[in-house]
């Protein structure tokens, strides 16, 4: 039972975070690509205030996937980095907590454009 409900929750929040996303697309001039950097910099904002983290605590993955949490992990990458580093963790802590997200990115785009074939329109 407590997987289902973990479940119904992540499915809820980021079913929540996608709608915001698809009412913004249809109800305003935004492109999809300014939309998109809105949420990471929300995450971000929300982030390092700790305005997040109760929502990450309640729905895990449900907040942690959608862009909002990419931003929640940079400004808590950057947020543990000055603790540890000082000044110099405002440029390393974005790039240590993004790393394995970017990285999976790139290695699945890679992966996709060696088994498919673009065509030619």
């Known amino acids: 039972m407590t997987l289902f409900l973990a479940l119904g929750k992540a499915f809820l929040v980021g079913g929540l975070i996608c709608l915001v996303g698809q009412i913004l697309i249809d109800k305003t001039k935004l492109t ?12 971000v904002v929300l982030g390092a205030f700790h305005v997040y983290d109760p929502l990450i605590d309640w729905a895990e993955e449900g907040a942690t996937i959608p862009l909002t949490g990419f931003g ?5 990458g950057t947020r543990e980095a000055i603790e540890e580093d000082g000044l110099a963790g405002v440029l390393e802590g974005p790039l240590f907590s993004g790393a394995i997200g970017i990285m999976t990115a790139i290695l699945s785009s890679l992966f996709v454009a060696f088994a498919t074939r673009s065509k030619e329109k």
């Open 72 to 76: 929640w992990a940079l400004a808590k």
């Open 32 to 43: 999809p690509a300014r939309i998109l950097v809105l949420f990471v910099v929300l995450g």
